[in-house]
Each structure stands twice: as C-alpha cells, then as structure tokens.
C-alpha cells in the first residue's frame, strides 16, 4: 500500500504520527503542485491520499485520472477541494477529521492581526532590526472605545467578538442569516452590512466560502469603510474583490491583515507581498502545534480503521463495498 501525505508546508507531518505503524510506503509531499495535470502525474499509484484542508484541489478532474486510490483522508470537517461525489462513483471512501483547535485557533490568530496592525508591529519590528528607534513608524491605534465589525458570527466569529469586548471595543455584526438574538447572545449589535464598513475602525471576516459568500465585499463595499480602517481576513481569499482589496492598500485608503489568499501558496510576485498597510501571514489560522498533530494522528487512525475494514468519520458512507 502506497500512502501520499499533501502539503506538508512545514515539514511536521513525520513527526505529528505513527505512520510507520499503517506498514507499505508513506511519501511526504512538501511543496504543492502545479495544477491538476501535475497533481495526477505525483500521485499516480498511490492507494491512500492524506490531504491538507484545501491546499490541494481534487476534483472530478484529478480523482477520474486515479485508478488505485481506494481512501481519501482529509484534515478538518470539510473540503470545498474534494469532490466527494466523483470519489463516491469511484467507490473511494472520504473521511474527515475533528478540527479541535480552529474554534480557538483562527480567533487568536485574527486577533493577532488585528493587535498587529492597529499598532504598527511589522514597521516597529523592521526598524529595531535596521538600527533604528521609532523612525518610519506612525503612531498606532489605540482599540478601547473604537468599534469592530464581524462579518460571520458563528463559532469563530463569536470567539473573535469575546476577545474585542475584552479590549473594550464595540462590536457590529452582519451576515446574512444572523439573528438579533444571535448578535446579543456575542455581545454584539446586527446590523446592515453597509453599515457596519461605515462605521467600524476594523471589519473581521468569519465566514465559509461558498457560491453565495465568494466576493462579499467588493470595490464598493471597500470604498465605504473608513479611511485607514483595518480590514481582517482569516477565512477565505475569495470572501473580498481581490483586485479591489490590493487598489485600496495601494492607494492606501485601507490597512489589510491578511492570513488568506485567491491563491496559496501566495506567488512570489503577487502584488500583495509589496503593497502598502500590509500584514501578512501564510494561512496560519488553523496551524497551532496541539491542532495540527490532531490533524494528522486522526488521519493514521482513519487510515488504520479503514485497513481494518471498519472505516470511521466517513463522510460518503455509500461508497463503503463499492468497487
């Protein structure tokens, strides 16, 4: 039995598990691939795919091209890059993980961002490292009495409103589902979203990427936020107008901190790694020690039971028996 472990972008995956204990061959894969002509060509003959959330796109177009594969395992409750329906035809079983950290982890992270860019840090760190004190740094933002917007406020996004209640902000919220119930039950007051980017000094994003969700705020969502207001972003890259999102940090109209991106890896030339009112982080939200060796002893069990002929967390319970 061949296995194939995806993304492995900081080379943990060997050292988070057992996987010498599943016997036959495991391969590490570091780097992602090019596309899916690519994605074929690596995982050709592989029994067992272990992937990384998104990072990797299998689609009818990769999974169709895959005669051997008999398991797919991905990290986190679900995978927009997996089309389980081409697998469940195929008669290859899908299972998940529990995500035991996002819920905590991607909050902290969003507010990391938040603090990060408020008060200047990258500029402060950059400057001490060149030799100098205070030089090229503006003066910070100061949160207390200043005034958040969630956009989402589910799980995380309720964590991100307890965290700013602590730093004494007040807090909007706005999706399209939410309640006044569910805003107050946060601490939060609903209201209309373009309302919230006019009056909030940072606007947070905590939604799940889907058809309806893709390019919530665009050109003229950007332009009714405040001048100089922070704008958070620890979901989805396509939740913004990317375009629209690097014209106003160009134009410096707004601060971006970013964890998320239309495409990642973030190519090396992206106009985003050099514009202006800028922080940005390579998708970090879920990626916390105790999160991701879950992550990946959960896949060596998946892929234990499944050996076993008891497979478990199968999210396509049909395709159990099918050839």
């Known amino acids: 039995m061949r296995i194939a472990v995806l993304d492995d972008w900081q080379g943990i995956a060997t050292a988070s598990a057992d996987w010498a204990s599943l016997g036959g061959e495991t ?26 959330r998104e990072r990797t796109w299998l689609g ?4 169709e091209r895959l005669p051997k594969l008999r398991l797919l395992s991905f990290t986190g409750p679900r995978n ?76 995380i996004g309720g964590r991100m409103a307890e965290f700013a209640r602590v730093l ?5 919220a706005w999706s399209p589902n939410l309640t006044d119930a569910r805003a107050a039950e946060c ?14 000094d940072a606007v947070s994003l905590h939604l799940v990427l889907s058809a309806r969700s893709r390019g ?14 922070i704008l958070i972003n620890t979901s989805r890259g396509p939740l913004i107008d990317e375009a629209a999102l690097v014209a106003a940090v160009q134009e410096r109209r707004i601060i971006a901190a970013l964890d998320v991106f239309d495409q990642e890896p973030l190519p090396a030339d992206h106009p985003l790694r050099s514009a202006p009112n800028t ?30 002929g008891v497979p478990i967390r199968v999210i396509n319970p049909e395709a159990i028996g099918r050839s």
């Open 80 to 155: 927009a890059a997996v089309d389980t329906a081409a697998c469940t035809e195929r008669g290859i079983v899908v299972c998940n993980t529990a995500s035991n950290g996002s819920s905590n982890d991607t909050p902290e992270l969003a507010l990391a961002l938040l603090l990060a860019a408020a008060r200047r840090i990258p500029q402060a760190d950059q400057e001490m490292r060149a030799g100098r004190f205070q030089h090229n740094v503006a003066p910070g933002l100061g949160l207390n009495g200043r005034t958040i917007g969630l956009i989402g406020l589910g799980r």
């Open 27 to 52: 391969v590490i894969f570091r780097e992602g691939f090019a596309g899916p002509d690519a994605t074929v060509a690596a995982l050709d003959g592989f029994d067992v795919i272990v992937a990384m």
């Open 279 to 308: 922080v940005l982080t390579p998708h970090l939200g879920y990626v916390s020690q105790d999160n991701m060796r879950s992550f990946h002893v959960q896949s060596v069990e998946n892929i234990a039971a499944w050996q076993a």
């Open 187 to 200: 601490g939060a007051v609903r209201v209309e979203k373009g309302v919230l980017l006019a009056e909030s």
């Open 216 to 229: 919530t705020l665009g050109a003229a969502d950007l332009a009714r936020m405040k001048p100089g207001a």
């Open 168 to 172: 004494g902000m007040r807090v909007l």
């Open 60 to 63: 009818r177009n990769v999974i």
